[in-house]
């Protein structure tokens, strides 16, 4: 395993989710405003900006549209296009946490993905991780004590897509064309919620709503390409753990944009998963540092016998 791709795949994965955090915090700016469908539209609209800059020379924009692996092509385009409906409109329904709390069980799926479709190794750690992350999402939900309505459905609907396209992404390991990967991620949204939105879309009524569209749609486009890069660099189930970290964008918006405050078995429950997600982090940390010990040893241990050898005389 390369430990410094690992690594640098797990950074660029938190970079992914902050970039989501902070869209997602527009679009519930949005709430009102915008028929949902109209702003996942806009993932795909503004990402077009994004083609030139991960374009090769010798590439065409078409190239965006023609993959190699049409399969996997579609399964991400449509995992896109799912995910960003369905987030959208959990998120102008519930508080930021709450919805994030479902969303949560997004590594839950990966983990259970990653073993049945790409034979990944799964260690106990990281199954005692993914447990304790569904427990923290029972206590923020309390199933049965509070009511659940759409929006509940739509963060579900949304983990698990999510997870869906952190496995396609895997499994286009083949695809060769960083251009091909981005433009799923693209078109999942243009054509899927291009074709919902309807005849219901309306343009942005002020200039701060454009804003906020653009920042929603900018951000949501360049965060799949940051998964995209994090996906090639390091195992799914990996990718899928930083992702607790947006947990800490959620609850600061909350307080500090939205002025929406949490009850206390609400915070117990972000504590459990952010728990869960250093539980793991910690223990990836020691496993890592443990192989890189066991390399440098068995190096050591193989320029050895070639130093103590005799030199023959002359």
């Known amino acids: ?40 539209f806009s993932s795909g609209v503004f990402g077009l900006l994004l ?18 692996l049409r399969g996997t092509w579609m399964l991400r385009a449509v995992c896109v296009f799912v995910a960003t409906a369905a987030s959208v409109k959990a998120f102008m ?39 304790l992350g569904f427990i923290g999402v029972l206590i923020v939900l309390r199933p049965g004590v509070r009511p659940l309505n759409l929006g509940h459905l ?24 960083r251009l091909s990967l981005l433009g799923s991620s693209l078109v999942g949204p243009l054509v899927g919620d291009g074709l919902l939105m309807g005849l219901n879309a309306t343009w942005p009524a002020t ?19 940051l998964m995209m890069l994090a996906t090639a660099r390091a195992p799914a189930n990996r990718v899928a753990l930083p992702q607790y970290s947006q947990m800490v964008w ?7 944009l939205f002025h929406q405050s949490l009850d206390g078995w609400t915070f117990v429950g972000i504590i459990v998963l952010t728990a869960s997600g250093l539980l793991n982090w ?33």
Request: proline fraction near 5%.
């Open 250 to 256: 959620a609850v600061a918006f909350s307080y500090l």
């Open 154 to 177: 739509c963060a579900l609907t949304a983990a698990f897509a999510n997870a869906g396209s952190v496995i396609a992404y895997r499994l286009s390991s083949a695809e060769t064309v």
């Open 207 to 225: 200039a701060e709503a454009w804003i906020y569209l653009f920042g929603y749609g900018f951000l949501a486009a360049l965060g799949q390409l």
């Open 1 to 40: 395993m390369n430990f410094k791709a690992l690594f640098s795949g797990m950074a660029l994965a938190f970079s992914a989710y902050a970039l989501f955090s902070i869209s997602d915090a527009f679009s519930k700016l949005l709430a009102g405003s915008l028929n949902p469908f109209e702003v996942a």
């Open 93 to 131: 329904l519930l508080s930021m946490p709450e919805a994030l709390a479902l969303m949560f069980l997004m590594p839950l799926f990966v983990t259970i993905l990653s073993v049945t479709l790409l034979k990944e190794k799964v260690t106990a750690w990281a199954w005692l991780a993914v447990i």
């Open 51 to 68: 083609l030139p800059f991960v374009r090769k020379p010798h590439e065409s924009y078409l190239d965006a549209f023609r993959p190699r």
């Open 282 to 314: 910690i223990r990836q940390r020691i496993r890592y540092e443990s192989l890189v010990i066991a390399q440098h040893l068995a190096r050591w241990e193989h320029r050895r016998p070639a130093s103590n050898q005799p030199q023959t005389p002359r």
